[in-house]
């Protein structure tokens, strides 16, 4: 998610969107807006304006259909995405892999991650379904293999 839809703004069907992104100058180049129900929308024009970011798309012409897009998550394709560097991935694009030991004993399947001040963690889910919290640091995750949606990982001394 990188942003959602907070109100109208006017009646032409400008409207206000709050970016939750780290790079919002993202909206001043993107050409679609695509929410997280698969709607997309062409836009037209995107200015800041205080705290927010004040769209216009072609599709959206009146404040009343601004009004029933509020509150609406704002999403990015990840084809979209610019290409990170080797060894870097879009967290999006890891949910679902397989956890493994560095034995290839089944740990679980990552279901999230979440980002702290130092590091991230990986959540995994486990195959009894308990949730194991590994820290993404070299010392735990020695391999994270896109071909076959696997990472593999030495677990920490206190999971059991």
Not at 94 to 107: P, Y
Not at 126 to 135: A, D, Y
Request: charged share 30%; glycine share 6%; no cysteine.
């Amino acid at each position: 998610m990188i942003g959602k839809i907070i109100a109208p703004h006017g009646v032409r069907g400008e409207f206000r969107l709050m970016p939750l992104t780290e790079n919002p100058d993202r909206y001043l180049e993107m050409k679609k807006l695509l929410l997280e129900n698969g709607k997309e929308f062409t836009i037209i024009s995107a200015r800041f304006h205080k705290n927010m970011v004040l769209i216009k798309t072609e599709e959206i012409t009146s404040m009343d259909e601004v009004e029933l897009l509020r509150g609406q998550n704002v999403v990015v394709n990840t084809k979209d995405l610019p290409p990170l560097e080797q060894g870097r991935f879009y967290v999006a694009d890891l949910i679902g892999f397989a956890v493994v030991t560095l034995e290839n004993e089944d740990v679980g399947k990552l279901s999230d991650v979440i980002t702290t001040g130092s590091n991230d963690v990986f959540v995994v889910k486990s195959t009894s379904g308990k949730e194991i919290m590994i820290p993404a640091i070299d010392t735990h995750i020695k391999e994270i293999d896109t071909k076959s949606r696997t990472i593999k990982v030495v677990l920490p001394q206190w999971i059991d």
